[in-house]
């Protein structure tokens, strides 16, 4: 499976739809590589619309200029992570575990 | 010493780099038809080169990254790939139109038809590429395109009437040839001339090439911010000299020779002369940086190893990129199209394009993780969004405007 | 309908040709001038007559457009001899009256035709 087919697709929650796959988290923490430790899946984030990104403007630290970072910040609200556990399954649709929880997606 | 000499070099080829054959053109046209009414929108768009010339300079010299990279990374792949696309194209169309610039005027040098020249200047391009330091190719060319300084000289020696070209600057005297759409239209296609995509990948990517670090962001800002508004003094005494000698007699600029030929009246056969060198120089130095524009673009964004510094062996596809920009440059000019209309509309398409690339740039220069402690101020970072307000409505309105002036007919 | 296109293209020639006299322009820079006049003065008089009048009063008009149109042509062309110098060229001086002429004509006939105000 690669990542790129998983971007962009349907995310059903127990109750129903939650959105879509906007982006997904990686820790570098896992064994030791040559350079850099290993990447680990920590899980995707699932935005409401099915847009393009948020051009880095997830992370609190970055708010300037002040206009784009809030643009940016109202198209990200309503968006969440869901930890790689919470996955039940990826197919056409992406299928998130009952009992779920939603992790803030700011970084 | 040798410090103050760099920023000297910097700033004098920054002028002579500024202006090409966009500039040359659309202020030629403007200055027949509007006087020095929209000389304003020459002012806009050089604060809005230096913006976006320093943010993206700054993010290269810091970073080691230039713009496309940058828009690879910060875009991803879906929207990369179509800002790629679109900057690619304008950015041919731009080379075609500075081959055909340089063709045309070694016909006012020579009398041989342009379409003579154009395979031979083309080739002279590649060579250059190929062959020549990144520094001496780039100092020569803004060297050379410093006797363009002439215009200014000969708009002097035209004694024209001061105070009637600053009333027209300042007052917005009517016109009663043109209709208020043409304006705005003249006014987004002076606005690209100074602001062209090109003129950033090449700034940045210049950068990256010279291994520009930090301790170089006070050279880079110099030519920045000295250069580029003396390029646009230089715009202005273009569009003076126009409006002069033509806009009285009722001449629309549509050639090169128009362009010149108030310099000739003001300032002799050796006035031409020089004038035709800086017009040669200029055109031939944009259709460097275009042509490697075109291959920075390409080849930054899918990976490629690229640049001068290595030799055209160690970057193959970056090299044959350009060699493939040249030959369609060619072949669009060889059908027989005026070199200067295809001017025309890659000034108001570079327009279009503008947000694609100013966006991520200034995106990229407010992140810490590029550039550290060097990002944006609050003042520029205020100033660069109004400018990002101006481009989009710019952007935006360039088609419609086109469309229902023909093109500024 | 081509008019100031054609009073563009007959000033142009006619500030080649003085230049010219003058030893302010090179020959080749003239040349080229009057070249592109010429060339611009075909399109001016291609796109008067794709216009279709559509009733008798337009139509008079057309004519008197065709026909400075052709004088302007003529003028240019005149003007283009007078800088190659060939035996039997027309002289300069006579190529500017004949610039003069047609660029005074084409004037009277953009005034005329002028839509009220």
């Known amino acids: 499976m690669f990542l790129s087919d998983v971007l962009r697709r349907p995310v059903v929650g127990p109750d ?3 959105g879509f796959v906007a982006d997904c988290r990686v820790a570098v923490d896992g064994t030791p590589g040559q350079l850099l430790a290993n990447a680990q899946l920590v899980g995707l984030v699932v935005a409401p619309r099915n847009r393009q990104g948020f051009l880095g403007y997830e992370r609190t630290s970055v708010s300037s200029p002040a206009p784009l970072a809030q643009w940016y910040e109202r198209r990200q609200r309503g968006s969440f992570l869901v930890l790689w556990e919470d996955i039940e399954s990826i197919d056409d649709v992406v299928r998130v575990r009952p009992g779920y929880t939603r992790w803030s997606s700011a970084l | 010493m040798k410090r103050y000499f760099a920023v000297a070099l910097g700033i004098l080829t920054a002028i002579g780099g500024f202006v090409d054959i966009g500039d040359l053109v659309t202020n030629a046209v403007v200055g027949s038809r509007f006087g020095m009414s929209l000389a304003w929108a020459v002012v806009v768009g050089v604060v809005g080169i230096c913006l976006f010339a320093q943010m993206s300079g700054r993010v290269a010299a810091i970073s080691g990254r230039a713009t496309f990279e940058i828009i690879r990374e910060r875009l991803g792949p ?6 790629l696309v679109a900057s690619l194209l304008i950015t041919i169309m731009t080379l075609t139109a500075e081959v055909g610039g340089v063709a045309l005027a070694l016909q006012l040098a020579s009398g041989v038809q342009p379409l003579l020249w154009i395979p031979v200047a083309a080739f002279a391009v590649w060579l250059v590429i190929w062959r020549v330091k990144f520094s001496i190719m780039e100092n020569v060319a803004g060297v050379l395109g410093l006797s363009l300084v002439v215009f200014g000289v000969a708009l002097f020696l035209l004694g024209p009437d001061w105070g009637e070209l600053k009333d027209q600057a300042l007052q917005q005297t009517s016109h009663p040839r043109e209709t208020p759409l043409t304006y705005w239209y003249y006014a987004i296609a002076l606005f690209g001339a100074a602001m062209t ?10 950068g990256v090439e010279e ?3 930090e301790k170089d962001l006070v050279t880079s800002r110099a030519n920045v911010l000295v250069g580029f508004p003396l390029g646009g003094l230089l715009s202005l005494a273009i569009a003076g000299c126009a409006a002069t000698v033509l806009l ?41 940086e275009t042509g490697l524009s075109a291959g920075y673009a390409l080849a930054q964004f899918n990976g490629w190893s690229w640049g001068k510094f290595r030799r055209p062996a160690q970057a193959a596809r970056f090299h044959l990129t350009i060699i493939i920009c040249l030959v369609v440059a060619v072949l669009v000019l060889l059908t027989g199209i005026d070199p200067i209309l ?4 890659s000034v108001v398409f570079s327009a279009v394009a503008l947000p694609l690339t100013y966006l991520p740039i200034l995106v990229v220069a407010n992140d810490p993780q590029y550039v550290g402690e060097h990002v944006n101020g609050r003042l520029l970072n205020a100033v660069s969004s109004v400018y990002l307000v101006v481009i989009l409505v710019a952007a935006v309105a360039a088609i ?3 469309i229902l002036t023909k093109a500024g007919a | 309908m081509g008019l100031r296109e054609a009073q563009s293209a007959v000033g142009s020639a006619t500030l080649a040709l003085t230049t010219s006299q003058d030893g302010d322009t090179t020959a080749s820079v003239a040349e080229t001038m009057v070249d ?11 796109q008067a007559t794709a216009f279709k009048p559509t009733d008798q009063r337009t139509a008079a008009q057309m004519e008197a457009v065709t026909q400075a149109l052709g004088d302007a042509d003529t003028a240019v062309r005149h003007a283009g001899e007078a800088l190659s110098g060939y035996p039997g060229a027309p002289s300069v001086r006579s190529a500017l009256d004949e610039l003069k002429q047609s660029s005074s004509d084409l004037e009277r006939l953009a005034k005329k035709l002028e839509p009220p105000r």
């Open chain 2, 248 to 288: 009285p007699r009722g001449i629309d600029v549509d050639a090169l020779s128009q362009t010149v030929l108030p310099v000739a009246m003001g300032a002799g056969q050796l006035g031409l002369a020089i004038v035709i060198l800086g017009v040669v120089a200029a055109t031939f130095g944009a259709a460097l």
């Open chain 2, 342 to 345: 295809v001017t025309e509309y």
């Open chain 2, 400 to 402: 419609p405007l086109m």
């Open chain 1, 16 to 18: 129903g739809p939650l």
């Open chain 2, 78 to 83: 879906r929207a990369g790939t179509a800002n």
């Open chain 2, 197 to 206: 995509p090109y003129e950033v990948f090449f700034f940045s990517s210049g």
């Open chain 2, 211 to 213: 291994r520009w670090t």
């Open chain 3, 36 to 46: 592109e006049a010429g060339t611009r003065m075909t399109a001016a008089s291609k």
